[in-house]
Nanobody, 115 residues
């Protein structure tokens, strides 16, 4: 059974940093891993995505501030978030896209940016 578990959310002041981690278990056949977020009253949106060959892409709103990284051996993906802004406040979700084209989601972790 595939399971993704996020960790690392919390409360941080504007300009601060947080690091989110996601660990996937149950299958090694992950094609891509990504981070998405959903703010209150808004749709879920892509934050960053990384392939098994470490090609990464970012939403324009986080480019230059967030960095996604992946450890294929451990099936983990991290999101380093620097220069956080209040508008980054959201529930952050990890998603794994597997070789059979199925997507699996984590349960989400809350990030709150506030003074």
């Amino acid at each position: 059974q595939v399971q993704l578990v996020e960790s690392g959310g919390g409360l941080v002041q504007p300009g601060g940093s947080l690091r989110l981690s996601c660990s996937a278990s149950g299958s090694p056949n992950i094609k891509a891993m990504g981070w998405y977020r959903q703010a209150p009253g808004k749709e879920r949106e892509l934050v960053a995505i990384i392939t098994s060959s470490s090609d990464a892409d970012y939403a324009d709103s986080v480019k230059g501030r967030f960095t996604i990284s992946r450890d294929n051996a451990k099936n983990t993906v991290d999101l380093q978030m620097d220069g956080l802004k209040p508008e980054d406040t959201a529930v952050y979700y990890c998603k794994g896209t597997y070789l059979d084209a199925r997507d699996y989601w984590g349960q989400g972790t809350l990030v709150t940016v506030s003074s």
